[in-house]
C-alpha cells in the first residue's frame, strides 16, 4: 500500500476510511511483530509512513465529525 494523498483522503466516504485505517493497523502489528522478534522489516522506512497514515485518517474522520460531513473538507 503507498501513501493516501490529500485528495484521495477528501474522496473516500467514513466506512471506506475505516476500512483503511484497520488494514494499515494489520500491517503495522505485522511489521512490529517482526521487529519484536528480532529480524529486520523489509522496508523499514514503512512503519513511519503507515503511522503517518493512521494519524491522516484519524484527522480526516474527526473533521468529518466537527462539519458534521456535509461540508467540503
Known amino acids: 500500500m503507498a501513501i493516501i494523498k490529500k485528495t484521495e483522503l477528501k474522496q473516500m466516504n467514513e466506512k471506506s ?15 512490529n511483530s517482526q521487529r519484536a522478534i528480532g529480524t529486520i522489516p523489509e522496508k523499514p522506512g514503512r512503519i513511519k509512513e503507515i503511522k503517518r497514515t493512521i494519524a491522516r485518517i484519524y484527522t480526516h474522520l474527526n473533521l468529518k465529525k466537527q462539519t458534521g460531513g456535509n461540508q467540503k473538507v
Open 17 to 31: 476510511l475505516k476500512e483503511k485505517m484497520n488494514d494499515l493497523k494489520k500491517e503495522l502489528i505485522k511489521i
